[in-house]
């Protein structure tokens, strides 16, 4: 129906995930904002939306809670259709925005009373323990909380809900480490009772803390998509080893990359495939000390912003600008 | 010009007399305002850039409504005598009196020509410069842009200062343009720049009442809140000292509008009664930087106190009840004191028939009742009218909520968009009906204890009844626009000045029937009155039903915009 995704055509939205898109695509105005989208989020699972800012993350969010319309593709929520099932589908989720502005008169405790009596009611013991933990005065008003309290109010309020689904746009944007560290207990909670969570965010560390799975968002794209594993397994490992004496051809193994050596000292990044054979032929040239360091999701995603990182125009090195953006890496 | 040197000191920022870029080289001896208004100049640019539209739109506005009045009369009444006859009949009119007050000199064309907008004019700036000095001054504050500007090199006292300078340079432009396009209009120019003049004194003295009220209440909508109510204060009073036996009463005098009156800029001109609106001005402008050195940026005279720990809200409809309340109330006090004191004065209006020509002209009508029952179908025109502003800033609650982002919270909850917006609208609509039904209730109780008859007070109440389907069409306009276009909110007031003026000044300015007949207000029946027709009513609250319904589908259909 759609000419959607080059990939495959859209066929039946599986009906067992708790979020399914599918070629989503929005304009605003002229500008196309979401551009054949595809996301999947099983139940159960902590799913993480990376990009940077403009990258549609909010966008998205906000077309799955039926606030937004999409201009096209298919899309369901819960097995709902996010546009006309709003009201049935919203007692099933909790949405925190990334941008939280409170009514100025109301406190914080009554819009967080409110927010959950309209989401069909809210566990009052949770409600006061997470008040507590965030360490929140619900006795203020609106217009005096700072921007972490005013977050701490919506999230307080989401978090309270008994909910299948949560969506959180950049939730801890406004959050000091030490609330920071109570909202990842939080989702480990949610993840522990089989709860979905989708939250947006363009703080890499955040989502590898939290998330059991990340789709990268570009430019209204999903260009990658799956558990930390397989994404990691599409990085390269750094390994830097002391050898007696380096093993010859070693750069011409497959998969070996950015290969350094300074007397007997070897620094090479390389990918999965490469990872045996370099073992071998290290371990021939007589291995004394080895550094491995695990492949980082900042890598993963430098090389899919590396275009926009560092302008090809601007580089000036001995490696081919192709080279590079391929197999971005951060810079030294 | 020995004080320049002096002078230069304490405004001009302490950089310019030391070279180096350090703050910290600022000297401790510049006295208390050299720092405070540092940077005074540059926040004066950013706000005349920022209205660069809104300020000439303003003026030339107002200045252009006055000049297109007094072009109308010197066409329609050429010949002394038909100028005397027709300020005669002002003269003779209570109702005339309390909205606009009197001529002082029926041989004067100018007097004939601004009787209608001296008062009502005056107001009307009153509105505009309030709102000006607020929206540079607490609107700012409330939106934390003043935090931005506050951190750069701007002293405290600065936005203030500037939000001063753009009341002062709005109003000397309103005061030239308007003297101006009278003169051009073919009034004396002496009398036409008074008349600027007075009008430009009159938004000077309101910038300053804004200014303060901007120290004092703690969001925008409060403090321009508080400007209105002295406005209406204001205005009230005058109507009782024009009423006065010996007008001006002593309650004229108390009054900004009564004094803009008193300058009588074409019957023998005051100028010396300028000086009052400036006096108060230069009273009321320290005032409101006192008050702004001893508070905190973002906080008001009264601290904020914390609140309930838990809330009872438990839906759309109990939070569009709880954001439109204080709106609500502050109306209702306000409707009922002006109420009283409008409902009071309707019996002294038979004191008014001291010509003969106007005794024949009653007696025609139906004698003196029917020339009171004419005063106060005239009020309740007015409050009508006026509370369907008061519904249309209620309904400023739906973009509001949807554009800071708080409507997206509550619509991804279980709660449907329609049911929210309607929520909105229909808290409005109660709003304005209850207020107009107290407003005659107010009017019918000030009539009744004037005349000693109690029967008035449900009479009056039923009159009133008969304004609320024209006020709720106009809820109707505001909701229907905003659902089909969210960032159209100044379009239903801008209908709504036009049906006003439209009402006020159509049949002076030859507007056709056919375009008088697109206000809602003037299919509202003259009761209590002779013969008033009530078939227009059903066809008006079927209409601001359907104009509900309209907005309401359109927002169930269209995105939630955010920005």
Known sequence: MTMSAPAATPGPLATDAAIEVRGLVKHFGSLRVLDHLDLTVAPGEVHGLLGPNGAGKTTTLRILLGLLRADGGQLRVLGGDPWHDAVALHRRLAYVPGDVTLWPNLTGGEVIDMLGRMRGGLDRARRDELVERFDLDPTKRGRTYSKGNRQKVALIAALASDVDLLLLDEPTAGLDPLMDATFREHIGELRAAGRTVLLSSHVLSEVEALCDRVSIIRQGVVVESGSLAQLRHLTRTSVVAQVRTVPAGLEHLPGVHDITIDGTRVSAEVEPVGLAPVMFALAGGGLEALTTQPPTLEELFLRHYRDELAPPSVQAGAEPAHHRRRWGRRSA | ?563
Do not use: C
């Open chain 2, 1 to 563: 010009m020995t004080s320049t040197p002096t002078r230069g000191a304490a405004l001009a920022p302490p950089a310019s007399e030391v070279p180096s870029p350090r703050p910290a080289a600022a000297p401790p001896g510049g006295g208390p305002l050299a720092g405070a208004l540092t940077g005074a100049g540059q926040v004066l640019r950013l706000a005349l850039r920022r209205d660069r539209i809104l300020i000439p739109a303003w003026t030339l506005g107002i200045a252009g409504m006055a000049t297109m009045s007094a072009q109308a009369t010197v066409g329609l009444y050429p010949d002394l005598p038909q100028r005397v006859q027709a300020a005669e009949v002002v003269n003779g009119s209570a109702a005339m009196i309390a909205l606009y007050g009197r001529i002082y000199d029926p041989t004067s064309l100018g007097e004939l020509s601004m009787f209608k907008l001296t008062a009502f004019g005056a107001a009307i700036i009153g509105v505009v410069f309030a709102y000006l000095a607020v929206r540079h001054t607490r609107a700012e504050e409330e939106a934390g842009r003043l935090e931005l500007v506050g951190a750069t090199v701007v002293g405290r006292a600065a936005p203030l200062a500037a939000a001063m300078a753009v009341v002062a340079i709005t109003a000397g432009a309103l005061a030239l343009l308007t003297g101006l396009g009278l003169w051009v209009a073919g009034l004396p120019l002496a009398g036409s720049l008074a008349f600027g003049a007075a009008w430009g004194t009159t938004g000077l003295l309101f910038g300053a009442v804004g200014a303060v009220a901007a120290q004092l209440a703690t969001t925008a909508r409060a403090a321009t809140g508080l400007a209105l109510v002295a406005l209406a204060v204001a205005y009230v009073a005058r109507a009782a000292g024009d009423l006065a036996e010996q007008a001006p009463g002593w309650a004229s005098w108390l009054s900004p509008i009564g004094w803009t009156q008193q300058v009588r800029a074409f019957s023998g001109t005051r100028w010396e009664i300028l000086v009052l609106p400036l006096l108060a001005t230069a009273v009321l402008v320290p005032v409101a930087f006192v008050l702004r050195s001893r508070r905190d940026l973002g906080a008001g005279l009264l601290p904020d106190r914390p609140g309930p720990a838990q809330g009872r809200l438990g839906g759309a409809w109990g939070l569009a009840a709880r954001l439109q309340r204080p709106a609500l109330l502050g109306w209702a006090a306000g409707v009922l004191v002006m109420g009283v004191v409008l409902g009071s004065v309707a019996d002294s209006v038979e004191g008014f028939l001291d010509s003969a020509a106007m005794r024949d002209i009653i007696a025609a009508l139906g004698g003196e009742g029917a020339l009171v029952d004419m005063f106060l179908a005239a009020e309740l025109g007015f409050v009508g009218a006026a509370l369907a502003g008061a519904g249309i800033a209620a309904v400023r609650w739906l973009p509001l909520e949807e554009a800071s982002g708080r409507a997206e919270v509550l619509l991804a909850t279980a709660t449907d968009r329609r049911s929210w917006a309607l929520g909105h609208a229909v808290v409005a609509m109660l709003g304005v009906a209850v207020l107009v039904l107290l407003a005659g209730l107010a009017i019918g109780i000030g009539y009744a204890l004037a005349v000693g008859d109690p029967g008035a007070v449900l009479r009056l109440a039923g009159a009133a009844a008969t304004r609320i389907p024209a006020a709720l069409v106009m809820v109707g306009i505001a909701v229907a626009i905003w659902g089909i276009w969210p960032r159209g909110g100044w379009l239903a007031w801008a209908l709504f000045v036009a049906f006003l003026a439209l009402g006020e000044f159509g049949t002076l300015w030859g507007v056709p029937n056919p375009v008088m007949n697109l206000s809602p207000f003037r299919h509202s029946p003259m009761v209590p009155g002779p013969d008033p027709s009530f078939g227009a009513l059903p066809v008006l609250l079927a209409v601001a039903v359907g104009l509900v319904a309209l907005g309401v589908w359109r927002f169930g259909r269209r995105d939630v915009s955010t920005d």
